[in-house]
């Protein structure tokens, strides 16, 4: 049982450094809501279309994992800026 969970744990921490370094060299996936093509058809008529109100247009959006990422460095050089 116990190497069960170890193998467990291991394969956790191998996806999670993983996907924390794809979202370092890829910032960006495509949006959920256009499927990443920045364009929201009308059901009704297939050739009127408006933007992406979610990804502005562009079909990207920046990941979760670089969101965080961004956070936690904010936060690690907010804490050791000296004040004078």
Same mark, same amino acid.
């Given at each position: 049982m116990g190497s069960l969970i170890l193998l467990a744990s291991l394969a956790t921490a191998? #996806?999670?450094? #993983? #996907?924390?370094?794809?979202?370092?060299?890829?910032?960006?996936?495509?949006?959920?809501?256009?499927?990443?093509?920045?364009?929201?058809?009308?059901?009704?008529?297939?050739r009127m279309f408006r933007l992406c109100p979610r990804c502005t247009g562009t079909g990207r959006r920046v990941r979760v994992g670089r969101r965080i990422y961004e956070h936690f460095r904010r936060e690690h050089r907010n804490g050791t800026r000296g004040t004078r």
């Open positions: 191998g #996806y999670a450094t #993983y #996907y924390l370094g794809a979202c370092a060299i890829f910032p960006f996936g495509s949006c959920r809501r256009c499927d990443g093509t920045g364009k929201l058809r009308n059901p009704l008529s297939r």
